[in-house]
């Protein structure tokens, strides 16, 4: 067996583990090593009334670091991956966001309150529906790349 299983779908198990190891790897371990900063010491200082790295700047730069780290991994394993990969990146980014979402609940507090619970329900969905917009665009790329190679590596028989 190759890693798949045989069904209505084939799922390509190696590529939900290589996911959920690139997030960790270059999704969450550079969020701890930077202290899990919003990046409020890159970006210039917006007024607001909560001193350092408040206001919009700090909120931006930490949102799109966080989704759009997500969605470069997605990517890239729909754009290297062998065939039709989309729900790999997306059940590789649900195990992530699980992962943080209860990770970041241990730090914080020892109790759950329904809002979390629905915090950690929001955060898993949107990473999944980006998780398959980032690999369904990495499949693109890939079918496209493709198309491109066959054109050149057949040369066109002329009259």
Known sequence: MDGQTKGFFSLDWRWVVAGYCYLILFHLLPTYL?????????????PGEGGIGSGLGSLDF?????????????????WKSTGFTILEPALSGALYALTTALAFHQFASARVRDREVLAVVFWMLIVVILSVASAWMGEAVQQWKLRKNEKISTPEVGS
């Open 34 to 46: 930077l202290g899990g900063s919003s990046g409020f010491f890159l970006i210039p200082h917006l």
């Open 62 to 78: 930490g949102m799109i670091w966080l989704l759009g780290g997500v969605a470069v991994v997605a990517f890239v394993v729909g």
